[in-house]
């Protein structure tokens, strides 16, 4: 059974960067659609991207284009998410969750497999 773990947050300074890592275990990534989505205190999970099975089709946000880029890599089951030009409304826990496909409404109910979430904070 597919368990994702993601990895790479920490503190970061407005204007930094910060590589996200969501990494398979128990099973490959296989053709699943991974999206990712943060939650900030007292806000809804928030879907920010998605990258399809054959990374042929790649999903953002309005909030983060263009500063944001997300990668995978199948042979490593590994997804990446690239963040640049961080400001302090990006400040909130990160998720990667698995999915059959992309959709451009990233609705957290059609993700079926989770990570624990990094957390991400974006101060001076």
């Known amino acids: 059974q597919l368990q994702l773990v993601e990895s790479g947050g920490g503190l970061v300074q407005p204007g930094g960067s910060l590589k996200l890592s969501c990494v398979a275990t128990?099973?490959?990534?296989?053709?699943?659609?991974i999206g990712w989505f943060r939650q900030a205190p007292g806000k809804e999970r928030e879907g920010i991207s998605c990258?399809?099975?054959?990374?042929?089709?790649?999903y953002y946000a309005d909030s983060v284009k263009g500063r944001f880029a997300t990668s995978r890599d199948n042979a490593r089951n590994t997804v990446s998410l690239q963040m640049n030009s961080l400001k302090p409304e990006d400040t909130a826990v990160y998720y990667c969750?698995?999915?059959?496909?992309?959709?451009?409404?990233?609705?957290?109910?059609?993700?079926?497999?989770w990570g624990q979430g990094t957390q991400v904070t974006v101060s001076s």
């Open positions: 990258v399809s099975g054959t990374s042929d089709w790649t």
């Open positions: 128990r099973s490959t990534l296989g053709s699943n659609a």
């Open positions: 969750a698995a999915t059959l496909r992309c959709i451009r409404n990233m609705a957290p109910k059609d993700y079926n497999r």
